[in-house]
């Protein structure tokens, strides 16, 4: 590529290849902690949460829709 090439805006500091090393490396990274967290389990008290959570929700539900009748 010729010193006009280089100069037109594109790639000024030749810095675009370092660049996307990086983003590749930081997006691998990112990719395996993502996993290390989707492969662990779920905390029983959660689950215990979630339940009392839809157990109020249904009960909510069930109060609004006889005080309308």
Same mark, same amino acid.
């Given at each position: 590529?010729?010193?006009a +090439?280089?100069?037109n805006g594109?790639? #000024?500091d030749g810095r675009g290849g370092q660049r996307r090393?990086?983003?590749?490396?930081i997006g691998e990274?990112?990719?395996?902690?993502?996993d +290390?967290?989707?492969?662990?389990?779920? #905390?029983?008290?959660?689950?215990?949460l979630l339940e009392q959570a839809e157990a109020?929700?249904?009960s909510?539900?069930?109060?609004q829709t006889d005080g309308e009748a």
């Amino acid at each position: 590529m010729s010193d006009a +090439g280089k100069l037109n805006g594109k790639d #000024p500091d030749g810095r675009g290849g370092q660049r996307r090393l990086g983003n590749r490396a930081i997006g691998e990274r990112l990719r395996q902690m993502y996993d +290390g967290v989707v492969g662990e389990s779920v #905390p029983d008290d959660f689950f215990k949460l979630l339940e009392q959570a839809e157990a109020k929700a249904k009960s909510g539900n069930k109060s609004q829709t006889d005080g309308e009748a």
